[in-house]
């Protein structure tokens, strides 16, 4: 059993930078994908950034060249670090993980919330 708790949430303006840590309560050397998710009120939650087989990584155009996923295995942690952050960007952000390389998660994180002021 893997238990995910995300920090690092907070305000910050417009441009400005956050870093999101998720620490995973078991190893995750054995995880296949880690994933950054975010839901924003009133929309669905979406994929932000994903690394799997501890190296590749994909991340969706709105965060591509601006946010940065990262995994260290032996700290059982993966990180987000989010840079000229825009207002849209404002949202929950959740961490999960699974085993397999696709499919449903098996892990979610409880979410930090991430505000971005103009």
């Known amino acids: 059993q893997v238990k995910l708790v995300e920090s690092g949430g907070g305000l910050v303006q417009a441009g400005g930078s956050l870093r999101l840590s998720c620490a995973a309560s078991?190893?995750?050397?054995?995880?296949?994908?880690m994933a950054w998710y975010r839901q924003a009120p009133g929309k669905q939650r979406e994929l932000v950034a994903i690394t799997t087989d501890g190296a590749t990584t994909n991340y969706a155009d709105s965060v591509k060249g601006r946010f940065t996923i990262s995994r260290d295995n032996a700290k059982n942690t993966v990180s987000l670090q989010m840079n000229s952050l825009k207002p849209e960007d404002t949202a929950v952000y959740y961490c999960a993980a699974r085993w397999r390389p696709i499919g449903l998660y098996d892990y979610w994180g409880q979410g930090t919330q991430v505000t971005v002021s103009s």
């Open positions: 078991g190893s995750i050397g054995s995880l296949n994908a």
